[in-house]
């Protein structure tokens, strides 16, 4: 059994965290905030390219992975919804920033090229407050999930963090 996650998984990890860190840091509207706006933007269109970066991965290093053993039945639920729950906000939360984003605007450019926009017709304020609602919602649990690796290494005392850092034995 492996103790560590292989090395691109950890790569695909930890830029999500940076990405979703920059796409928080850099909210707003992008139509009015240029250099925020499209630093925003690009965080978020390579959260939901990296997103499915991810799950290639995954299927790819699946024999690979570490299997940290559950403390308890309740343990192992959690974990399955917050992870699920993770990955559907990878996807989710840049979908409405892309809808949102068609809604202020007809035509926008991310670091001169042209964004493929959608043509719309629904309230772009409620899906706009729905992107930063769901925005601030993941930070939330990934602090949550930072919380509780945090947790496993000082309280429980076993690898959980360990599996997901790059450190040479």
């Not at 390579?46 to 343990?75: A, D, G």
């Not at 984003?101 to 043509?119: C, H, K, R």
Request: charge should be positive.
């Amino acid at each position: 059994m492996k103790s560590k996650y292989p090395f691109p998984v950890m790569i695909m990890h930890w830029l999500t965290f940076v990405l979703v860190v920059l796409a928080y840091f850099t909210g707003g509207d992008p139509t009015v905030h240029f250099l925020s706006g499209e630093l925003h933007i690009f965080a978020g269109v390579s959260i939901f390219l990296i997103l499915f970066l991810r799950i290639i991965m995954i299927l790819i290093y699946r024999v690979e992975l570490p299997v940290n053993k559950p403390i308890s039945v309740y343990q192992k639920k959690i974990f399955m919804l917050v992870k699920y729950a993770l990955y559907s906000l990878l996807f989710l939360v840049p979908v409405l920033g892309w809808f949102t984003l068609s809604g202020l605007t007809e035509s926008y450019q991310l670091f001169g090229i042209n964004l493929p926009l959608i043509s719309n017709s629904w309230d772009v304020e409620i899906i706009g407050e729905t992107h930063e609602f769901l925005g601030n919602f993941f930070m939330v649990l990934i602090g949550l999930h930072a919380l509780a690796a945090l947790i496993h290494h000082y309280v429980f005392k076993d690898s959980v963090l360990k599996s997901m850092l790059y450190f040479k034995k």
